[in-house]
């Protein structure tokens, strides 16, 4: 009997330590199904049906965190529709719509301005659609030219060139044949080379902009400042893009430069001090299309000086004279050359001062100065710096043919000279281009 007890104990305990295994399996079985269930909603441990104790504690909070978001999504979209409506408004120029569409959008959400994107309209088709057709217009209108020039093929043969705003009773410009309208654009550009004139001439109307871009009088202008050497177009894609792209010396204005120094001055009479003085004076460049170029050096101010420098028949007795070119070297640098002396002055021989007595003339000398420019840019503005390379002067004996030359070191004496416009020197026509 005690050994049936002790069996009977025994498989009490094998009995109670398989129960045991049995609910520790099952823990980790419902475990590993809570845990899958977290990872991916609705889908067991095994890939059966999802749990229905699990699924009915979780169901209704899943579905009211989704209808709270569709809720967000359905407020923003309603916010964003409100507010490129208020866009629509405001650039057909109904300011208070606008204002009751921008607070209806803001009241719904408040930074919905940080999250439109500007590329859908409240209509599917509006704002969108005016931006891609904004898009189109610029594409369209890159080339001015070729547009305008196609609008005008495509009118009436009666249509002129330009048509006048208002009714007039004197003959309007647009009457003028072709060949006298393009006359009056070489008198704009002048034989001072003022494209300037003519570019403000083309903002008139299309017809005017057309002529503007005339490429024979690019070419003519071209030829005036370089020459022979711009017989080819390339690589430049229009004779206008050659002048407003490639090296060359401004006519409508002056180059000035400022130079300043100390000098030491005499010592005084009872020699215990000794003066210095500040020096300052002014050289200023004056360049023409016809290859001639003034220079003058003054400590006079520019405000006196640069009105004397309109046209090259000044009286300013200590004015050089000379010719310039320009000069493309081999490491792309453009540089300005030129050849300057003293204008010449005839004075009448008197004969009866030496009527009775015979005087030893001396010897006359001509002087020229050689000077070297590095033609560069500097800032906004282009072929506006004249950096000094290289200045000599040649004094040459006329009776004997002799040349002496002298050098000049090039230090900080001999400062940059920058461009200034003055409009007095374009302001008159003499004669066209």
Same mark, same amino acid.
């Given at each position: 009997e005690a050994e049936e007890d002790c069996h009977a104990d025994l498989v009490r305990t094998d009995d109670s330590e398989r129960s045991g295994d049995a609910n520790l399996q099952a823990e980790l079985q419902m475990f590993r199904a809570q845990?899958? @269930?977290?990872? *991916?909603?609705?889908?067991?441990?095994?890939g059966l049906e999802p749990l229905p104790c699990r699924a009915s504690s979780r169901g209704p909070g899943l579905k009211s965190v989704d209808a709270r978001g569709k809720q967000e999504i359905a407020k923003e979209e309603k916010a964003k529709e409100l507010f490129l409506k208020a866009v629509e408004e405001e650039r057909n120029g109904a300011l208070y719509e606008a204002i009751k569409f921008y607070r209806l959008a803001m009241q719904l959400v408040p930074d919905i301005e940080f999250k439109i994107t500007y590329t859908r309209s409240p209509d599917g088709d509006g704002v969108g659609k005016r931006c891609a057709e904004d898009n189109k217009e610029d594409d369209k209108m890159a080339d001015l030219l070729t547009d305008f020039q196609q609008q005008l093929t495509l009118q009436?043969?009666? =249509?002129?060139?330009?048509?006048?705003? =208002?009714? =007039?009773?004197?003959?309007?410009i647009s009457a003028l044949p072709m060949e006298v309208l393009m006359y009056i654009f070489r008198w704009v550009v002048s034989s001072d080379l003022d494209l300037r004139s003519l570019e403000q001439?083309?903002? =008139? #109307?299309?017809? @005017?902009?057309? #002529? *503007?871009?005339?490429?024979?009088?690019?070419h003519q202008v071209c030829l005036k400042i370089w020459g022979r050497s711009c017989n080819k177009l390339v690589p430049y894609a229009s004779w206008r893009d050659m002048f407003l792209e490639r090296p060359r010396v401004r006519f409508d204005g002056v180059y000035v430069s400022k130079t300043k120094y100390i000098r030491q001055g005499e010592q005084s009479l009872d020699g215990f001090y000794r003066a210095w003085h500040q020096v300052e004076y002014y050289r200023y460049l004056r360049f023409f299309p016809d290859g001639q170029v003034m220079m003058l050096t003054t400590p006079e101010d520019p405000q006196s000086i640069v009105p004397r420098l309109r046209t090259k028949n000044t009286r300013t007795e200590a004015i050089l004279l000379g010719h310039y070119r320009l000069s493309q070297e081999t490491d792309n640098q453009t540089k300005v050359f030129a050849v300057i002396m003293k204008k010449k002055e005839e004075k009448p021989v008197d004969y009866h001062k030496y009527r009775y007595f015979r005087r030893v003339p001396a010897q006359e000398t001509d002087h020229s100065f050689h000077v070297g420019l590095q033609l560069c840019s500097s800032g906004r503005q282009r072929f506006n710096k004249l950096v000094w390379i290289h200045h000599s002067c040649h004094i040459t004996c006329r009776s004997t043919g002799e040349t002496a030359v002298t050098t000049f070191d090039i230090d900080k004496m001999y400062t940059p000279l920058f461009f200034a416009r003055v409009k007095s020197f374009t302001a008159y026509s003499e004669k066209p281009l």
């Open positions: 845990w899958m @269930f977290e990872l *991916a909603p609705g889908v067991s441990s095994s009436e043969s009666s =249509v002129k060139l330009c048509q006048p705003e =208002v009714d =007039v009773s004197q003959t309007h001439l083309s903002l =008139v #109307c299309r017809g @005017f902009y057309i #002529c *503007a871009r005339d490429p024979e009088i690019w």
